[in-house]
């Protein structure tokens, strides 16, 4: 199959003696592969089409990004138990096994998914307004008693929508109910009715960063309730959700944030909650991640840049790391290729390989791996003439 803007490409490619130098930088397939596998397929297509591959898998904040960044910051993996994010497992006794990283320098990082992660729930059970982030909560604390005093909190892929109020509870934030007292048991959005105070942690000079996958806001236009439903919630949830959060600010008072900032609604208003109660401020995932793997650099030593992810689409542009790397790539005038589960954009921009369209949704789903190295290496091989 031919694709559009392919033949628009960098014609030096088909010249017997040119050797292209690919970085390949993919996101996650999310519920199919993790960016480090797509960038293993991606690069044995480079290679065996005859280029010289740089590899270098990404993440935005969402799960995965502790992994993406772990070599990069030679960070020490510690593994914790936590409660299941779901609210009835938790109180039966479920744990997992969640993982922050330290760096040498002090700072903690820690990936919400990992204790709060939507993989963690099967589909048929989840439910938003009965889970927690207090698993993450847990995390932090233990970064604490590690003596971090710079944390850096990864937000995205989480099955929560409690605007980070599970975990604030965790590390010592008051909730307290009609009758004065503190809500004992671990936090979740059915219980945002029920607040009338909240009183914010005091943890002394630690520093804390949000890096989010998203840049949408807590309420208004492609807000945080576009994610909620995706993570099960009924348009009377959403409902529930959005008066809850407004009377969690009524409670609050007046603060640093407003509800329509940008990044405010990563991770079910994790981000906001973080923000507004202990100071966090907030960073473009991608971005930052982008920045410490030199993404920038390693594209202007690529004559070819080749990224991709699971979905697509107009969630793309909301700052997802293939926007982001594809921007750099063009701002540079450098070919990129995209190779995608699949894609609802009518106009992309660059080459795109939608593997449901050639493999079938099937086929694709349940053999990613192989789908990826052979539709691209057939297009390098198109380019390189050798087809």
Known sequence: MIHP???????RFAEADFIPRVLVAPDSFKGSLDSGSVALAMENAARQAGCDVDRCPLGDGGDGTLAVIAEALQLEIIHERVPH???NLAESGESIDARWGLAKDGTGYIEMAQASGLHLVPAPLRDPMHATSWGTGLLISRAIEHGCR??????GGTATCDMGLGMLQAIGMGLFGADGRPISSMFSPSALGQ??????????DTRFEVWADVRSCLLGTDSSMLYARQKGATEAQ???????????LRVAGPGNLRVDDLM???AGGASFGMGF???ASLHHGARKVMQLLNVEDRCKQADLVITGEGALDEQTRQGKCCHEILSIALGLEIDAIMVVGTCSLDDPGVPVIDLSREHGVIESMERPMDCIRQSLLDMLLRMRGRA
Not at 150 to 155: E, L, S
Not at 195 to 204: C, K, N, S, W
Not at 238 to 248: K, T, W
Request: hydrophobic share 45%; with cysteine; charged share 25%.
């Open 5 to 11: 803007c392919e033949a628009e490409m960098n014609t």
């Open 85 to 87: 994010p779901l609210l």
């Open 150 to 155: 710079r944390i850096v909190i990864m937000m």
């Open 195 to 204: 607040i009338t105070r909240v009183e914010a942690p005091d943890l002394g």
């Open 238 to 248: 959403v409902d529930e959700l959005e008066s809850g959060y407004r009377r969690i």
């Open 264 to 266: 405010t609604g990563a």
């Open 277 to 279: 109660f202990l100071g």
